[in-house]
């Protein structure tokens, strides 16, 4: 493992090809909307504030979709729990599952991430894994047909990085390529193309992409190279893509001329991301206080959150953003609906609020109203 620094913290980085599951470890944690067991409580009771899912201590990644979650352990086991429907839990079923159910007895999962109705997943020996429901090419295997455990992407062991929240897939392979697949509608797989595609995709032939980011809705995306630049495409009604316009994109466009973005959220209309120097910065729609500048006022290009330099991540729900500071603080902004926030209420908050005052968070997975963390002590 590597880790690079930036901006005040240290953000660490693994090699999927040849390492584990990277540090941190610990306990899990859930709250929100629970209509179908997405957390994991064995209930179905929804939780304003975080609440521990079972009592194992070893966890040490976590995703979460609309309606499902998904986990991996140190030892490598993927779980999943949540809504069922068209298999996107992977159990080989379409039932429910309240509590936290292994897939299959592999050991050598790395990664995840939690769509719509479906789920992708990357091993530690860089293949890419994906099930549940497939009509706009989501699952990427060349077909439209529901699959309720995992089938491998082709035939590739070089993919590094994924990321979904609804209806599209963008991945970046350990060779800085970039790749999209699913529903385009709105432009957002960035090929240049509104139509679905049912198997990854390149975008343009460049080889320094790092990371990428998908809107809960599907409606646009981003992407960060390895010089620090920002990337965005997808539907612009609410200048989300931080281009001072609204005019949708289909493919890359640069926001604004800066080379030290780190992270970046989108929900179903805005963009929150975090710098190197730790600052926070967002744009696009500001209903429900969502970019956290203390008003509801929509804008098109990047304005600073506050003026403090310790931020470290992003994570989008629907209306609203999870942060992490550099301290391990858990922050929320936004609509507070079903107690997506974990602030104990489902008030909208239109500047950051700390969510509880523990300070050793690490991990975190975030669907439409609700939203896991992994708490390392």
């Known amino acids: 493992m590597s ?9 660490a980085f693994f090699d999927p090809l040849t390492e584990g599951p990277a540090l941190p470890f610990g306990a899990l944690y859930s709250w929100g909307t629970n209509s179908l067991g997405q957390l994991g409580q064995n209930n179905t009771t929804y939780r304003s504030s975080p609440v521990q899912v079972g009592a194992e201590t070893t966890w040490n990644f976590v995703a979460s979709g609309p309606f499902h979650a998904l986990a991996v352990k ?53 293949t890419l894994w994906s ?3 497939g009509p706009g090419g989501e699952l990427g295997d060349s077909t439209t047909i529901d699959k309720s455990s995992p089938v491998q992407i082709g035939s590739d ?26 529903e385009g509608s709105q432009g957002c797989l960035g090929n240049s193309s509104t139509s679905n595609v049912s198997s990854p995709v390149q ?58 973005w780190a992270f970046a959220a989108l929900t179903s209309g805005s ?68 107690g997506a926030l974990g602030t104990g209420n489902t008030d909208a908050v239109s500047s950051p609020v700390q969510i509880g005052a523990l300070s050793s968070w690490s991990k975190v997975g975030t669907g439409r109203f609700n939203a896991a963390a992994i708490q390392t002590s």
Not at 89 to 117: C, E, F, M, R, Y
Not at 158 to 182: C, E, F, P, Q, R
Not at 228 to 253: A, D, E, F, H, K
Not at 289 to 299: F, Q
Request: with cysteine.
């Open 3 to 11: 880790n690079r620094w930036k901006g005040g913290f240290i953000q």
């Open 74 to 126: 140190t030892d490598g086991t993927l779980w999943s729990w949540g809504g069922g429907a068209n298999g996107r839990t992977g159990h080989n079923d379409t039932v429910n599952k309240s509590s936290p159910v292994q897939i299959g007895s592999l050991t050598n999962w790395s990664s995840a991430a939690g769509g719509n109705g479906n789920s992708v997943a990357i091993k530690l020996n860089g």
């Open 131 to 133: 099930w549940g429901d």
């Open 157 to 182: 062991q070089d993919w590094s990085y994924i990321s979904m929240k609804n209806n599209h897939v963008l991945a970046v392979k350990s060779t800085g390529t970039l790749w999209a697949w699913g």
């Open 203 to 260: 975008i343009g032939s460049l080889t320094t992409w790092e990371k990428v980011f998908t809107a809960s809705d599907s409606s646009c995306s981003a992407a960060i190279k390895t010089d620090g630049t920002l990337w965005m495409w997808g539907i612009n009604s609410n200048g989300q893509l931080g281009q001072s316009n609204t005019i949708r994109r289909s493919s890359p466009v640069q926001v604004g001329a800066l080379t030290n």
């Open 271 to 338: 963009c929150t991301a975090v710098k190197t120097d730790g600052t926070l910065w967002s744009w696009g729609s500001g209903g429900d206080g969502r970019l956290g500048t203390n008003n509801t006022t929509a804008v098109s290009s990047p304005v600073q959150v506050g003026a403090l330099t310790d931020w470290q991540e992003t994570h989008s729900l629907d209306s609203a953003i999870i942060a992490i500071k550099t301290d391990g603080t858990l922050w929320g902004i936004g609509a507070g609906a079903n």
